[in-house]
């Protein structure tokens, strides 16, 4: 019986692609690195050379180019990741511009096989192989000398055991083309614009002898080069401590509510109107997990901390004890945001997350992102719940005093605990409730009670037991039934 030949992957060095491609780069493959002009297709190729070229496993850049490659490299110097010391000696650069415009892929085909032989290089770039295309003389039989020459190039490439990449500016994915049949592996790089936001995606169309993740993936470039937002994708919790099963609030008189305070690993959604105290609450349940000796990330989509608004919270931020994620971005997706979280979770070993607030992080997100807002929040919040930390979201709603809502997004399903805020009228002044809706699992108190927020944050008072019609918005005084005998 034959055995089973084993693929070895290769680390990209592009953070998540790895997890994208279902875990690294099939060594040997045939590439292409396909899309439209501008979305990151050369930055991804230098991206990976660099992180995979070394003396002994040399790389060759082929550039097809009407400029000389020493300008395109004075753009790809502006990255991290690029390396000077390596040009020369684990990278070299040959211009096929002579051969590409003579029109003959023979010759180009020839010069690409006598620098391989002259270098032996353990991978192999073409960029763009767009231009080898266009600039080929046609006698009517175009698609076939392609078909040939795609077919050469493959089985020179396998015969010298080299990995190999074509860049090629395509705009659509649907017109066949013998690229695509033969390429093993087909990254494909998508952006648009909408509004004011520049949204890029990559989709791995096809990776042969990979398990690589369906879909569309956001991505960002930045000065160091290209970062991959794989959703779900995070580590594994950090490790536990001995601490008590339910996290305080920090509110007195709200743990009794909910049965003893919030179970670890929980999700609570905390909804109101405007000015109901939903932040001071955020706020009190870090303060109280740094009280308690434990650590805690904020994701501020609304109002960044400061000790104007909340001196502790604000110290606490700057002594490191809690970590802050915020981004102004404009194109930000969920996946990065849980990244973010992600990392500042691991790096504090926090145990507590707040997100203030889900209205504000919508918001935030690229107009791409918002249509996929609820699911995207689902996967968010059970992978953080996953990491074992205990986690308070934040939402604005509505006073509708006509029906009992919790949430403008459908969302109350996937928390495990939620508290309401509302607002009433009492002889003609504003005053606030709350209640606990739910806590999964766990008794809790069905009352509903006034609060009021002050200098030291929020003051839950007694039951509202002598009124009644509270969530309508206009309560009423209950009325005492009369004894027998006093008719």
């Not at 439209?36 to 991804?44: A, D, I, N, Y």
């Not at 040959?94 to 290089?121: F, K, S």
């Not at 779900?232 to 049965?259: H, Q, Y």
């Not at 508290?419 to 069905?446: F, G, M, N, P, T």
């Amino acid at each position: 019986m034959t055995s089973k030949v084993t693929i070895n992957s290769l680390a990209t060095g592009v953070p998540g692609l790895d997890d994208l491609l279902g875990g690294g780069l099939p060594e040997f493959s045939f590439n292409l690195i396909a899309g439209q002009p501008g979305c990151g297709k050369t930055t991804l190729a230098h991206q990976i050379m660099f992180a995979l070229a070394t003396p002994e496993r040399p790389a060759l850049y082929f550039t097809v180019l009407g400029e000389p490659p020493l300008k395109m490299l004075r753009y790809q110097q502006q990255f991290s990741f690029f390396d000077p010391a390596a040009i020369n000696r684990s990278v070299r650069f040959v211009n096929l511009c002579d051969e590409a415009m003579a029109g003959d892929l023979h010759r180009v085909l020839a010069r690409i096989t006598e620098e391989v032989a002259a270098h032996e290089p353990a991978f192999v770039f073409v960029d763009s192989f767009r231009s080898v295309v266009l600039a080929t003389k046609d006698d009517g039989n175009a698609h076939a000398h392609l078909q040939h020459f795609m077919q050469q190039l493959g089985m020179l490439m396998t015969s010298w055991q080299a990995t190999t990449f074509l860049i090629g500016e395509y705009f659509t994915d649907t017109d066949a083309n013998p690229v695509f049949t033969v390429a093993d592996g087909l990254i494909w790089m998508r952006q648009n614009v909408q509004r004011n936001a520049m949204v890029r995606k990559m989709e791995i169309m096809k990776m042969r002898g990979q398990p690589s993740l369906p879909g569309l993936h956001a991505f960002r470039i930045t000065g160091d080069g290209l970062q991959i937002f794989v959703p779900g994708k995070l580590a594994a919790p950090p490790e536990e401590a001995a601490v008590p099963s339910r996290a305080t609030t920090g509110v007195p008189g709200l743990d009794e509510m909910m049965g003893g305070g919030l179970p670890r690993g929980y999700s609570m959604l905390v909804a109101g109107p405007s000015g109901s105290g939903k932040s001071i609450m955020a706020a009190a349940f870090l303060n109280a997990g740094v009280l308690a000796g434990e650590t805690g990330v904020i994701a501020a989509f609304e109002r960044r901390p400061t000790r104007l608004r909340n001196q502790a919270l604000a110290q606490a931020i700057a002594q490191d004890r809690i970590g802050l994620v915020e981004s102004h971005a404009p194109d930000i997706s969920i996946e990065e945001v849980m990244q973010l979280l992600a990392a500042e979770v691991h790096r504090l070993k926090a145990s507590r997350v707040v997100i203030d607030s889900l209205s504000g992080f919508e918001l935030a997100l690229g107009p791409s992102f918002r249509e996929d807002f609820r699911e995207s929040l689902l996967r968010l919040v059970t992978s953080l719940t996953g990491m074992g930390v205990t986690v308070l979201m934040t939402s604005e709603l509505e006073d509708r005093y006509t029906d009992l809502r919790f949430s403008p997004y459908g969302t109350a399903f996937m928390t495990d605990a939620i508290i309401v805020q509302r607002y009433i009228e009492v002889e003609s002044r504003l005053r606030r409730v709350l209640a606990v809706v739910k806590v999964r699992d766990s008794a809790h108190s069905d009352e509903l009670r006034e609060y009021s927020i002050d200098d030291g944050g929020l003051r839950i008072g007694a039951p509202l037991t002598e009124q009644e019609g509270l969530l309508g918005g206009r309560p009423a005084t209950r009325r005492r039934a009369t004894p027998v005998g006093e008719m």
